[in-house]
């Protein structure tokens, strides 16, 4: 960076972690290997009441510092890690994200380069265990799962928390993320942040990589958890019963739209490529209708993960 070392802001880094030890070490491993100078970013890892011995990763690195936030919630969590943090300026990333050499710093030079800047989100690129030849639960989860975070930015005035900087002054402002929610936090956070009059940023050299989930169970367990917190934030907004039974029928509307955009997908490539792709769709849609319905009639709470 350009600036002298004394007029380097100092960075704190939150990550929320549940049982993923063996992710959490590769992304501290990145995260030691930053360009940004060691002695002016610190890494605050908040274990949200793992079953693993989140200590026996931490433990490895002189960076981090491990708190515990024991009720569910990775938004909660990560309000625990910004309540303990030092810095002027506040990353997010998560535990399966992994970092680029620069992430740090390129982040930070985006998120002062201009004045009244609120946040700043950057690039995630998912990959496959083998980018050549992805299963389909991979294939389906980089081509309608991803994160375009410049799109998420133009379109809903938000970045994702898997690579998000903020300045510990605008956390103060516009209030902690929300934490009953387990999902889409980072948009109700971000939007408040475009309505408090910041600007919104984004960095696309400031990149982490994301691997995508492989099996039914990893993807299924995702589109569980979107879909409890699309329900809980709906639930929030929706002050009747009559007006929760209403939303819930437009709901179950086939998405035939989504269906056309899919098959025209020119990344997809080849009839058995669709075909896979389609049922996958197909199995996500039918259980995010169980879940919705679980918890609308059945008195269900949302899924953390």
């Known amino acids: ?28 491993t990145a995260l030691s290997q930053q360009t940004y100078l060691k002695e002016h970013y610190e890494i605050i890892v908040v274990d949200n009441n793992s079953q693993e011995n989140v200590s026996e990763v931490t433990n490895r690195f002189e960076q981090v510092t491990l708190a515990h936030e024991p009720r569910p919630g990775s938004y909660i969590a990560r309000n625990k890690g ?31 380069s201009e004045e009244n800047v609120g946040l700043v989100a950057g690039r995630i690129d998912l990959f496959a265990k083998d980018d050549d030849n992805p299963n389909p639960y991979e294939l389906y989860e980089i081509l309608a799962l991803g994160f375009p975070q410049e799109q998420f930015l133009t379109d809903d005035h938000f970045g994702v928390t898997a ?17 009953n929610l387990k999902s889409g936090g980072d948009k109700q956070w971000g939007q408040r942040v475009f309505k408090a009059g910041y ?8 990149c982490i990589k994301h691997p995508t989930r492989n099996t039914w169970k990893d993807l299924n367990k995702r589109g569980t958890r979107i879909m409890g917190g ?62 919705r319905t679980r918890l609308q009639f059945g008195g269900g709470i949302s899924e953390r993960s």
């Open 199 to 206: 600007r919104q940023l984004y960095a696309d050299d400031a």
């Open 1 to 28: 960076m350009s600036k002298t070392l004394n007029e380097i802001p100092f960075v704190s880094i939150i990550i929320p972690v549940f049982n993923d030890n063996e992710s959490l070490g590769i992304c501290l």
């Open 163 to 179: 690579n998000l900087f903020t300045f510990s002054h605008v956390i103060k402002s516009v209030g902690d993320f929300d934490q």
């Open 82 to 112: 910004t309540s303990l943090a030092k810095g002027s300026i506040i990353a997010f990333t998560d535990a399966d994200c992994i970092p680029t050499s620069t992430w740090l710093e390129n982040g930070v030079s985006k998120l002062i």
């Open 230 to 291: 699309n329900y809980d934030v709906i639930k929030a907004k929706k002050k009747t019963q009559m007006a929760l039974l209403i939303d819930f029928f437009l709901f179950l509307k086939p998405p035939f739209r989504f269906f056309i955009h899919t098959w025209n997908d020119k990344r997809l490539t080849g009839f058995n490529q669709k075909m896979q792709f389609t049922i996958v769709m197909l199995r996500l849609r039918w259980s995010a209708i169980k879940e």
